[in-house]
C-alpha cells in the first residue's frame, strides 16, 4: 500500500506560494524601497528560493506587475451615474496606492517601465489595460477621454508618493477628485 506523502508530487507544496511571493514583495519594497527590493531578497523574505520566483515571473518587473494586479483586484465602479463612478474609481486608486508597499511598487515598476520597451507593454497590457477598459464600460467614454483620466489621476497620486514620500491625505484625494469631475465628469 503506498503511503500519503508518496501520491504527492516531490519537492515543496506549491500551494499559496503566490500569496507569500506577494505579501513579500510589498513588505520588501516597503521596508527597503523599490530599487533595494531584489528578486533575492523578495525569495528570502518569501522563504522561497530564487529559482522558484524566476519560474513564475522572468523579471522583477513582470512579478511587481503581477502583484499590483493582485493588491488591487477588480475595480470597485461603484455610483448610479458617471460624477460617482469616476469619484469612486479616484477615491479606491488613492486607497491603493498608499497601502504599504503598492505606492512605492508601482513607482517603481511605471519608473523602469520608461526605459524598457518590452516591461512598459506587460504594464499597459496586463495592468492598465483591464482597467482602462472597466473604466471605459462603466462611464461610456472614448479610449483617449478614459486614458487621459487614468493619467491625470494616477500621475498626481504617484506624485505626490514622490515628492513627500507619503500617499495623498483624504482632504486631497476629494480636491483631486472634484478636479477632475470639473473637466471631465
Given at each position: 500500500m503506498a503511503s500519503a506523502t508518496s501520491a504527492r508530487s516531490p519537492g515543496r507544496p506549491r500551494a499559496g506560494v503566490h500569496a507569500a511571493v506577494f505579501a513579500a514583495t510589498l513588505r520588501t519594497v516597503h521596508e527597503l524601497g523599490y530599487a533595494q527590493a531584489t528578486v533575492e531578497r523578495i525569495a528570502a523574505a518569501a522563504g522561497v528560493a530564487k529559482t522558484t520566483i524566476y519560474r513564475r515571473w522572468p523579471s522583477k518587473g513582470e512579478l511587481i506587475v503581477d502583484c499590483l494586479l493582485d493588491?488591487?483586484?477588480?475595480?470597485?465602479?461603484?455610483?448610479?451615474?458617471?460624477?460617482?463612478?469616476?469619484?469612486?474609481?479616484?477615491?479606491?486608486?488613492?486607497?491603493?496606492?498608499?497601502?504599504?508597499?503598492?505606492?512605492?511598487?508601482?513607482?517603481?515598476?511605471?519608473?523602469?517601465?520608461?526605459?524598457?520597451?518590452?516591461?512598459?507593454?506587460?504594464?499597459s497590457e496586463r495592468l492598465q489595460d483591464p482597467y482602462r477598459r472597466a473604466l471605459q464600460d462603466a462611464l461610456g467614454e472614448p479610449e483617449h477621454r478614459v486614458l487621459f483620466f487614468v493619467d491625470v489621476v494616477v500621475g498626481t497620486l504617484l506624485h505626490r508618493m514622490g515628492m513627500t514620500g507619503e500617499p495623498m491625505v483624504d482632504a486631497d484625494v476629494a480636491a483631486l477628485s472634484e478636479m477632475v469631475l470639473a473637466v471631465l465628469g
Open positions: 493588491a488591487f483586484g477588480p475595480a470597485p465602479l461603484e455610483g448610479s451615474g458617471k460624477a460617482e463612478v469616476m469619484s469612486s474609481a479616484i477615491h479606491w486608486v488613492a486607497a491603493k496606492i498608499g497601502e504599504p508597499g503598492v505606492g512605492d511598487a508601482f513607482a517603481g515598476v511605471f519608473s523602469d517601465a520608461v526605459s524598457d520597451p518590452a516591461l512598459r507593454g506587460i504594464l
